[in-house]
């Protein structure tokens, strides 16, 4: 039972590195039910129509990509099935590249043309005046796409003027752009919105899907991996899960077995 209590740390991080490769070589399944707040978007989404507009916000960069880039993927499948117009954005600098990844791979996979089907601005600094100028006139906010093309005239953008016109806003952040979104663009310029961040900040965003202020909201992997679920399109999320959840069986173990060995050996002890 000592020797137990006194296990090397490397025998625990040997055990954690099997459990991780053996379920990824395993392939096997786990029950990802989508949790309301996740539903709420996928809802939302389904009641827009034909050629209405959703703001997609990749407010993150290649540190959070395993969390939040399979969230843009199964949105931007979401809107492209059904047609709807997604413009694309950033307020990190080093997101562009990797959000426009996501607006080009997948805009191939379902012959979405830029400019015409979606459009993708990039990144411009100022957080809180750029919403604010996009609130005012998206055109003048961004004359040009990520592209250099000139933004007034593109198919895309029919019947946009400002973020007054958009039907849905989404914002995927590794930081605290939601916040930014609601304060500056939410709150003043009435648009529906919905938000997908790290798990770590997940806790923090509730009050706003309490309040109202956010309709939907996914939290890390898990809410990718629900989304996935839902518009049956599992990919990177879905296999993400099963390591994932593994080593969160295994760690559960390690704790039950850690506690019981150190009552049983202070009751042992005590006799």
């Not at 806790?203 to 939907?216: H, I, K, T």
């Amino acid at each position: 039972m000592e020797r137990l209590l006194n296990i090397d740390r490397r025998i625990i991080f040997l055990l954690v590195f099997i459990a991780v490769v053996v379920s990824l070589l395993l392939k096997f399944e786990l029950p990802i039910p989508a949790t309301k707040p996740v539903r709420d978007i996928y809802d939302k989404i389904e009641s827009l129509g034909e050629n209405d507009h959703v703001l997609l916000a990749l407010d993150y960069d290649p540190s959070s990509k395993e969390e939040l880039h399979p969230m843009a993927i199964a949105l931007l499948r979401h809107c492209f099935e059904k047609g709807i117009n997604v413009l694309g954005m950033t307020l990190w600098p080093g997101g562009a590249g990797l959000a426009e990844s996501a607006f080009v791979s997948i805009g191939k996979e379902y012959n979405m043309e830029s400019g015409k089907d979606y459009v993708y601005l990039g990144f411009k600094p100022g957080q809180a005046s750029l919403i604010i100028n996009m609130g005012e006139n998206l055109f003048t906010a961004f004359p040009n796409d990520y592209y250099g093309n000139n933004t007034v005239g593109m198919a895309a953008l029919n019947g946009v003027n400002s973020l007054k016109d958009i039907d849905y806003v989404i914002d995927l952040a590794a930081g605290q752009t939601i916040e930014t979104w609601i304060a500056y663009g939410k709150e003043k310029y009435k648009f529906d919105m919905a938000a997908g961040c790290t798990a770590v900040i997940g806790p923090d965003m509730y009050p706003f899907l309490q309040s109202g202020q956010l309709n939907g909201l996914m939290g890390g992997l898990k809410g990718a991996a629900e989304y996935e679920s839902i518009i049956n399109r599992k990919d990177m999320a879905v296999r993400g899960m099963r390591p994932q959840s593994v080593v969160h069986v295994l760690v559960i173990m390690f704790v039950f077995i850690g506690n019981a060995l150190y009552f049983l050996n202070k009751r042992k002890r005590s006799n």
